[in-house]
């Protein structure tokens, strides 16, 4: 049980900074999942916390202790790291009991609390094999019982489901998702996968070049990005960004966007917004240039001008390649940016928000 | 129809006449090897056995004389004092060669790669140099009245004690020569094996809650251990033959025969007493000494060795 707060960290390797001032409070309980593309600093972050990378500047607290220059064995934190470090000349059953080994409880103690924790993981049954006869999903296992079996202040998790294959993927998730609440623990988790942080997050902090772009709940994140680069980044296919001049006259219709500066204001709406209307009632004209099909869905790829619009519909609804439609999306859907800065403009646009 | 089955029946004739024409291609690669080894190695030993067994004899045959060889050489003094050398020199030389260079070599392998590069090479320099410069040097940095030691503990009115020539003292200047020489060279060994370990894995560690010794004793050596056992078994193997050169050439078996060892006494037998039987003998006895080292390696040291 803890809470973590990073106040003004940064990191630098050189000439590149790899975080730069991260001011972060993580509640107790809350699982807080850290993502961006790579090298945006998410990982540099998690390892700060760790302790296994020396902060350049700032500090790093775990309840009201600053813990910026302590050994990592004095934080109380567990990892479960990408490749699972599991230590390869020892059992699954030795590698889970190191840690409380390392503590110097009884050898009856340990194996009690090693039992338990891999009756709770399901991997009772592997607790004498080395980890490399375990499948990646075992070891995926095996990793985060390591971590549980410590009961520590805080779990820390380094893209732990990158190296299963998809479908284990999901399930692990979940799986993880509600061990972490049964555990109440409160956990920083780092991923590249924005379907993972939206789907496990309880808050979400998305970075870019090391700097934090936004931090929020997935649904806020979602509903209200903060800018451009967020917009992009979640949402799959991710939310349409052009410049508002290219819409024409559709601009100039909706009611919102009445004294918006066209040429200084990049619109956003997601692929599910769009939809299709007659030519002739339409504000919006494209041309259909390719079709998805992703299930019951499909992409449709359009052309407006030079800038090109997804739209994603069922498949009923689709039309034809190089068919000229016309384009629709309620008004209280779309997100306005500035063009230069790529920042969300007038917090109140959104009106269902 | 007809025509099918003759093609089928001269296709098969001829495949059975491929197959029996022996291929010859891997014979003709590995001949040199084969012809090599034999000629400097089998033969040799061969020829090693028989010297061992007979008495040569320049105005006639050579006479058959049983195991007297071998028994006249385990009778000798000499060979009991370089026998009792050999062991002194390999177990002592273990600890130098063998486990100072582990910890040395986690130390480079926890540096930056600039100042690991620095300390490997400063390391490695003495491996580069001829066994028989180093020799001369050490004896010169030793010498009691103008060596180098001398020079610096000479204006604080000491006296460098002529550690070359006392029997209590010169077989550890040579173990310690040789350990110097060595090192570095053992030092890249573990920095090769250090190099298939994942950092990952001390990291874990360090968060389970280990401290640097944890590390080292839980982690570090026991993924080392083929590294260590090979470094080891060559190290044993090496000394034996290797210290033949600063023997030689700093102290000539002396003072006493405290020096001597096996390899050096064999030497001498064959190349100073011309006793080509107790040399032979001598060998042979060698030869079985470091075969039941390797055996030793292969029925014990193998167990105690994570292979990952």
């Known amino acids: 049980m803890a809470t973590i707060h990073f106040s003004q960290v940064c990191k630098t390797f050189g000439e590149v900074t790899a975080v730069d001032r991260l001011d972060l409070t993580i509640a107790d309980g809350e699982f807080t999942v850290f993502v961006g593309p790579s090298g945006c600093g998410k990982t540099t972050s998690l390892r700060m916390l760790a302790g296994l990378d020396e902060v350049t500047s700032g500090r790093i607290f775990i309840d009201e202790r600053d813990v910026t220059h302590e050994q990592p064995k004095a934080r109380d934190m567990a990892m479960v790291f990408q490749n699972y470090a599991l230590y390869p000349h020892m059992t699954v059953a030795e590698n889970i009991g190191f840690a409380l080994k390392l503590r110097r409880l009884g050898r009856a103690e340990v194996a009690e609390q090693v039992s338990r924790a891999a009756e709770m993981l399901d991997i009772a049954h592997l607790l004498q094999r080395r980890p490399k006869e375990l499948s990646g999903g075992q070891r995926q296992r095996v990793a985060v019982c390591r971590a549980i079996v410590r009961n520590p202040k805080v779990f820390l998790f380094d893209e732990p489901l990158s190296n299963l294959d ?19 623990v409160t956990s920083v988790y780092v991923t590249h996968d924005q379907i993972e942080a939206m789907t496990m997050a ?24 903060a800018n451009t680069f ?14 508002l001049a290219a819409l024409g006259k559709a601009a100039g219709l909706s009611p919102q966007l009445a004294g918006v500066d066209q040429s200084e204001t990049m619109i956003g709406i997601r692929p599910e917004h769009v939809s299709f209307v007659s030519v002739s009632s339409a504000a919006t004209i494209a041309r259909v240039v390719q079709i998805e099909m992703i299930g019951t869905e499909c992409l449709v790829h359009a052309e407006i001008g030079a800038e090109r619009i997804i739209a994603r519909v069922v498949r009923p609804l689709a039309p034809r390649i190089d068919e000229t439609v016309g384009l629709a999306w ?17 917090q109140n646009l959104r009106l269902s928000a | 129809m007809t025509q099918t089955l003759e093609l089928v029946a001269t296709t098969r004739i001829e495949r059975t006449a491929a197959r029996r024409k022996i291929d010859l291609r891997p014979a003709v690669f590995l001949a040199p090897f084969v ?37 006249g050489v385990l009778d000798n003094a000499q060979f009991h004092d370089a026998a009792y050398n050999s062991l002194i020199y390999i177990f002592l030389s273990i600890p130098f060669k063998v486990f100072l260079p582990i910890p040395l070599a986690v130390f480079i392998w926890t540096m930056g790669a600039k100042l690991g590069n620095f300390y490997k090479a400063a390391l490695f320099l003495p491996t580069l140099l001829s066994f028989v410069v180093v020799s001369i040097v050490w004896i010169w940095m030793l010498n009691p009245v103008m060596g180098l030691f001398q020079s610096v503990i000479g204006p604080l009115g000491l006296q460098m004690p002529s550690l070359l020539s006392d029997v209590a003292s010169a077989i550890y200047v040579i173990i310690g020569v040789g350990a110097w020489k060595l090192i570095g060279f053992n030092i890249l060994l573990y920095l090769a094996g250090l190099s298939a370990i994942s950092r990952d894995y001390v990291e874990a ?30 190290t044993v193997v090496f000394t034996i033959q290797q210290v033949f050169t600063p023997i030689d050439v700093m102290t000539q078996g002396g003072p006493l025969n405290s020096t001597t060892n096996l390899f050096y006494l064999v030497y001498q037998y064959m190349f100073e007493s011309f006793n080509v039987g107790y040399s032979a ?4 006895l060698i030869f079985l000494l470091l075969g039941l080292i ?11 060795v994570h292979y990952s």
């Open chain 2, 35 to 71: 012809v090599l080894v034999a000629l400097f190695t089998y033969w040799p030993l061969i020829q090693l056995v028989y010297l061992s067994l007979f008495k040569l004899n320049r105005s006639g045959p050579d006479r058959f004389i049983g195991a007297d060889n071998f028994l």
């Open chain 1, 202 to 225: 309880d808050r979400i902090v998305i970075m870019r070049d090391g700097k934090v772009q936004q931090i929020g709940t997935p649904v806020e994140i979602f509903e209200r990005p």
């Open chain 1, 230 to 243: 967020v917009a992009g980044f979640i949402g799959n296919p991710p939310m349409n960004i052009l410049p």
């Open chain 2, 205 to 234: 560690m360090r968060l389970d809650g280990a401290g640097d010794w944890v590390v080292l004793r839980r982690l570090i050596v026991p993924l080392l251990s083929p590294t260590i056992l090979f470094v080891a078994i060559s």
């Open chain 1, 330 to 346: 309620p008004d209280d859907e779309i997100h306005l940016f500035d063009a230069s800065s790529g920042r969300r403009m007038g």
């Open chain 2, 294 to 304: 390797i055996a030793a390696k292969m029925i014990w040291f193998e167990k105690l």
């Open chain 2, 281 to 284: 003998a001598g060998a042979l």
């Open chain 1, 166 to 184: 998809p479908q284990l993927r999901t399930s692990a998730r979940g799986e993880i998702r509600a061990l972490q609440r049964r555990l109440g």
